[in-house]
């Protein structure tokens, strides 16, 4: 059976399994690069690009300094382009340089569940191979620690099959900035030589770094490409416009509902507790006392047993009963979302418009992993308005720009009815047209994307979810936005209209009769019939705080009460120091004053001023009000909402309470949560307080 057939040598299956060889992780890629984003000559600089921008923003926040990085692009012979990044980081030390440049997979953030850019230590490292690969060249890196009386400056090639760094040229001198003279105390610098393309447009360079800034407002960022000539073909500035650092993000333990099988097994052959529950409290987040027993219980296995001694059949027991039994949700201070403000601030810079509207979602989970969305919507100003909206992606601060179609942001926007709140979009399908740009941030421990590019994120059902919850929000926010502003443009043109032609009247009628003019104010009370709304926000510079005049102007035949309402952006850094009116506070950045008499032809105002602001943080706001009647200029309050961010508002603050206590096991606390999350629902959905109740409910 063995023996030749047809004139065919059949191959020995040692011979076959002899030649089997083990591939080194840098050899696989090396052979691979486009799993790694090189796999296009254009591509391939953006994604070197995105690497050291990455690096340097992450190295900053970690030493809690403010990022100054800049990009130099150089166009050399042929397809030949040089990349040189510099940032004012704390450097890496020079035993360090080495795996840092030199070793896939290495890395100090995978096993870290932590909202990250960047884990799997493979970015830095793929430029370098890159680079290698396709021009020879090594990489040169400076490097200077703030604790080092000079810096080292070294060459670094690749040995693919040891997967290991090759240094050349490696010496110590004082690193003098080139432009200002001046010895720099700590920061990175590299330089390499790679095939490549620079161009122009959505997809290039100077897209991905203004993406950046905006999502980074405490970076600046500077841009500047040279051509073969050495004569600069464009340039980009994006200055920080905030000087807060992002909050530092903590590490947590997984949670059981995002525990697999595999995963588990390997933690209870690594466990060095003696029982099950002790196990079961200090491997996993969400996990009291009482939940571990439960989770015992269900699973029929004894709290005495040593977790090591915990066969298969067991830990598929323990798997199934994580579903069953009620856990808390795992913290939420392992994520860093960018803040409302922050994000106007970043689209502010990078895109002239007329109306922001912005919001943060409440954090939440799936599948164990703790997540937060954010969503911006800018309109008007220089905005062109001849095609689909601009769609501004990221993933934990960093900018996603290819395969937009088939991303789960994507699909989310184009899953709203973008007519009902005053875009164009045809047929309701695709992406909706006008002057106008989204923005979707997904913060999160664990970012699912559709490759491992990381280029679009995949589909998730709680992620789209929570999406179109922020999408309806800033909608809502257009919406009223052109309502106010078409209301308004009629009510001017009214009372400007009665107010020239009537006092002409007046005074031509009482000159050509010879009696004295008449009091108009109730001929033009009667003719407008309606109550004003305006708000004027503006800048106190001695003083440094941000101020509010609302004025309401009663122009009908009686008198009239109102609760008026405004929202401003409360946070633990911003308090209202001034307020004419007194008033109460309704909900956390919702205040409000009781008008009680506003009789026929008077008005009112309301003043109040903001401390913990710069100039120009507060440019947009929204008023409301209680009361019979419309008011121009101001939206009617939804009571069910205003009640559903009150209970949301409680949730927060008992979750937080049991997270600073560190004692989750607190049932008091836990049956409180558990309580609130049954009956707060709703609020889960939406705390927008824009909304109409129908279109929270969509």
Known sequence: MGGPSGGNTMVDARDISGKQKQIAVSEFFEKN????GFDSLQRSLITAVKE?????????????????????????????????????????????????????????????IRQTRGQQGIGITGVVMYAQLTTGAKTRVVSKIATDSSAVFVELGLDTRKNKAIKSKERREIWIDENSGEEIKHGLKISTIMKAKYQRGKQSVYQYLRMTSIVNPHATISLIVRGKEGEIIEEGKWLRTSERLPRVVEEIKPHPHGIQLGTLQRMLRESEQRKMTSFLRHNFSGVSVRAAKEVLAVSEIEDDRVP??????????????????????????????????????????AIDSRFASTVTRLPTVSQGNPFQIEVGLV??????????????????????????GGCALTKAIESIDWKRYGLDHPGGKGLPKGAAAVLIHLASTNVQFTSEAKEAVADNEEVFDEIRKGLLEVGRGLKNHLKKKDQRKKAKEKFELVNVILPEIAKKTSKILGRNEPDLAPVITQIMNAVFCEEE????????????????????????????????????NI??????????????????????????????????????????DWTDTDIFFRGNGDIIGATKIDEKILEEIRKSEALVAIRNEISESGNQEIDGFVREVELLEKDNEKASDSINIFADYEEVSE
């Open 537 to 572: 926000l503006g800048w106190d510079k001695e003083r440094k705080l941000a101020t509010c005049s609302i004025k309401i102007f009663n122009y009908t035949a009686r008198a009239r009460a109102y609760t008026i309402l405004l929202k401003w952006p409360e946070n633990e």
């Open 575 to 616: 308090s209202m120091v001034e307020n004419s009116n007194g008033g109460r506070k309704e909900a956390r950045g919702i205040w409000a004053w009781r008008l009680d008499t506003l009789n026929p032809g008077t008005s009112t105002t309301i003043d109040v001023a903001l401390s913990g602001l710069s100039k120009g």
């Open 33 to 36: 690069k486009h799993f790694l």
């Open 308 to 349: 090591k001694r915990i066969n298969a059949d067991d830990a598929k027991k323990l798997i199934s009963s994580f579903q069953k039994v009620k856990l808390l949700p795992p913290p939420t201070d392992c994520l860093s979302p960018i803040d409302d403000l922050l994000i106007k601030k970043g689209l502010s810079k």
């Open 52 to 112: 050291a921008v990455d690096n340097s923003l992450d190295a900053c926040e970690e030493a809690r300094i403010l990022p100054n990085i800049v990009v130099e692009i150089n166009r050399l012979k042929g397809e030949d382009i040089e990349l040189i990044s510099q940032d004012n980081g704390p450097g890496i030390p020079r035993d360090a340089i080495e795996n840092v440049f030199g070793k896939f997979l290495l890395g100090s953030r995978f096993h870290a």
């Open 379 to 404: 309109f008007g100003g220089d905005i062109s308005a001849d095609g689909p909206i601009e769609v501004l992606r990221f993933a934990n601060r960093v900018p996603l720009m290819y395969q937009q």
